[in-house]
Nanobody
């Protein structure tokens, strides 16, 4: 089993920044992919970014690349999502997730991920 706990969400004005954190525990992560997803009210959960634990390879949603940056801390088993130039449409619950096996575009699919955190709310005011 893998436990994921997100933190760092909150209320921010448009144009501001937030850094989300995800603490992972329960298993070793040397071959896993850790991702961030988000879900706005009334919308489907969507892919934001992912990072491969073994080699730091990153995946981004095309629409978010350049504003959002994913990174990790091996020693602490943590993944981060730095979000800059936030917009009201970035308002959503942000989830951290772990996938054991994905490759390529599979790593952008909600269905590929095996473990999920409880989510952290990000609200961007205009």
């Amino acid at each position: 089993q893998v436990q994921l706990v997100e933190s760092g969400g909150g209320l921010v004005q448009a144009g501001g920044s937030l850094r989300l954190s995800c603490a992972a525990s329960g298993r070793t992560f040397s071959s896993y992919i850790m991702g961030w997803f988000r879900q706005a009210p009334g919308k489907e959960r969507e892919f934001v970014a992912a990072i491969r634990w073994s080699n730091d390879y990153t995946y981004y949603a095309d629409s978010l690349k350049g504003r959002f940056t994913i990174s990790r801390d091996n020693a602490k088993n943590m993944v981060f999502l730095q979000m800059n130039s936030l917009k009201p449409e970035d308002t959503a619950v942000y989830y951290c997730a772990v996938d054991r096996y994905c490759a390529g575009n599979e790593c952008r699919a909600v269905s590929s991920y095996d473990y999920w955190g409880q989510g952290t709310q990000v609200t961007v005011s205009s």
